[in-house]
């Protein structure tokens, strides 16, 4: 079988865990730990990072540095992977969704501009309260889907005029750019990065919270060692204990180091698919906004009519892991209640998306035998 997406591990990493296991640093500090944080900051041009046990462990501190609180709305797109909802859970606030754009598949701006105007008031202190069920809505989660950033010129400036915060769900977006710019000029006040096994680099796990703010991203750094204060054991507020360990930095220092190549990679692999698909009448390639370079983490193809599933079986007999992509999140059981608006292109999307191995360590033979049996499977619908 050739798999969706595995570690491409040809870099340092041996060297990095054995310089960890012979300093007995191998726990939650460490000299790769600071060094992993500069590299995630550097490569998307913020000024600041703090390393986290996950990306969910992140984003959920991140949501908690922006003043999130329980019973509170926080708007994100109907159409992510679960762990945007679930961390708006962790912090015991209340996903809002709306929809995505066809042409990108991240947050409409539109659907956002028109929800906050048309749905919330405001309150006393001037922060928008949704009419309906009379909750503060904190936060905004813009989710840069398969490595493609929302559109943040429009975002931000909703954002701005509302008074609301931006927290950037960027997992997978490690990489890209918008309009030239890199992700730290984006206007979100904290962004999440993603370092799990299947993304672009890897650190086994783990994630990072970047931010131009020093007070902001020091107070997620604070909520993630437990919020400890000083060298005693005293805590000032409830913290959580979100550090990533020395040995999971190690190896992502040795992946950062490969990130252009990786990132090129990752680009070269949606190209090839797109050109060799481009003349198969029922099928569509990902999205590729014109603002955006994306880091295309994931790589595949979309039906024009009709679901995947049947297609997406055929090809795994193939030895060809062919996947579907995310379910929205109101079709999700914990989220089934939450407020939503029209999610139309969310719902006529997700059926019809497949995924296609992308490891950046993939071949030439491999990519063609995926193109193969794409071609010859699509044919027999």
């Not at 962790?90 to 409409?108: F, G, K, Q, R, V």
Request: proline content about 6%.
């Amino acid at each position: 079988m050739i798999p969706l997406a595995v570690p491409n591990l040809v870099g340092k990493e041996r060297e990095y865990l054995n310089e960890c296991v012979d300093s007995t640093f191998v726990s939650s500090v460490g000299p790769f730990v600071t060094r992993f944080e500069q590299m995630v900051g550097e490569s998307a041009g913020f000024a600041l990072s703090v390393a986290t046990s996950a990306g969910t462990t992140g984003l959920h501190a991140a949501l908690v540095a922006v003043g999130v609180k329980p019973g509170d709305l926080v708007i994100i797109p109907g159409l992510s992977f679960i762990a945007t909802a679930n961390a708006v859970a962790h912090a015991h606030a209340i996903p809002w969704m709306l929809d995505i754009t066809a042409n990108s598949w991240t947050l409409d701006p539109v659907a956002l501009l028109n929800a906050l105007e048309q749905e919330t008031s405001r309150g006393p202190n001037g922060t928008p309260i949704h009419t309906q069920s009379g909750r503060r809505v904190a936060a905004i989660i813009p989710v840069y889907t398969l490595g493609t950033p929302a559109d943040m010129d429009q975002i931000s400036g909703i954002a701005q005029r509302f008074g609301i915060p931006i927290v950037a769900d960027a997992a997978a977006a490690l990489g890209a750019t918008y309009k030239g710019r890199s992700l730290g000029q984006l206007g979100a006040d904290l962004t999440m990065f993603s370092f799990n096994g299947n993304k672009t680099v890897t650190a086994g796990g783990g994630g990072a919270i970047c931010g131009n703010d020093a007070t902001l991203v020091g107070l997620v750094r604070h909520l993630t060692t437990t919020a400890r204060v000083g060298s005693d054991y005293d805590h000032d507020r409830v913290g959580f204990n979100y550090r990533m360990t020395n040995l999971q930095a190690a190896v992502g220092c040795a992946q950062l180091e490969q990130l252009d190549a990786f990132v090129a990679k990752k680009r070269a692999i949606s190209g090839f698919y797109d050109e060799a698909f481009k003349s198969l009448p029922n099928v569509l390639p990902f999205p590729a906004p014109d603002y955006a370079e994306s880091a295309c983490w994931f790589s595949g193809f979309v039906l024009k009519t009709g679901e995947s599933s049947t297609l997406r079986s055929a090809l795994r007999a193939a030895d060809v892991d062919a996947r579907p992509f995310w379910k929205p999140l109101h079709f999700q059981t914990p989220f089934a209640d939450s407020p939503r608006g029209d999610l139309s292109v969310s719902e006529n999307l997700w059926q019809r998306i497949v995924t296609l191995p992308c490891s950046t360590g993939i071949t030439d033979a491999e990519l063609n035998t995926v193109v193969d049996a794409v071609i010859r499977e699509v044919g027999r619908l």
